[in-house]
């Protein structure tokens, strides 16, 4: 089955049912989406599948062929991070980072539904993903500025 992860299509000669998660680790070398629960609890695996947040430790390989998939490594533009990326670093949302991929991944998702959330449709959006060293207020206000900042944007397009 062909696999598309950041824009690279890959042929992958592997059981249907294997777990994405290690798919991109093995197959793409993609490894910032991280094994954390196996279970789909923690949100350490947390992918976008065509825009849309997923599990990778329990998505089967064989349910996205032909969709695209965002990865950690695939969200920046080049070298200008996407706005929730330069947010988490700008919030200093991390302290050990195993969960950050994911919870960058789980923001874009909700960004892209809901521009402009507030703090509690962030909480709730946002309840899946656990971080351990519990970064959860900066996270959240990282959250905040890049919606702030890609709503800004988005006005400067519109009006350029």
């Avoid at 700008?90 to 195993?98: K, L, R, T």
């Avoid at 206000?141 to 944007?153: E, G, H, K, N």
Wanted: hydrophobic share 40%; proline share 3%.
């Amino acid at each position: 089955m062909d696999v598309t992860a950041n824009g690279v299509s890959t042929r992958v000669d592997t059981d249907p049912e294997r777990p994405l998660l290690w798919v991109l680790r093995n197959e793409f070398g993609l490894t910032g989406a991280k094994y954390g629960c196996g279970e789909g609890q923690c949100g350490a695996c947390t992918v976008l599948i065509d825009g849309v947040a997923h599990r990778s430790c329990i998505t089967a390989v064989g349910s996205v062929a032909g969709r695209a998939i965002t990865t950690i490594e695939g969200l920046a533009d080049g070298e200008k991070l996407h706005p929730v990326q330069q947010a988490f670093l700008d919030a200093d949302a991390m302290q050990c980072g195993y969960c950050t991929p994911g919870m960058i991944l789980q923001s874009v998702a909700l960004l892209r539904k809901n521009a402009a959330p507030s703090e509690a449709e962030i909480r709730q959006h946002m309840e899946g993903n656990i971080c351990r060293c519990g970064t959860y207020n900066r996270i959240v206000a990282a959250i905040q500025d890049a919606s702030r900042a890609m709503l800004t944007d988005a006005k400067e397009h519109e009006h350029a």
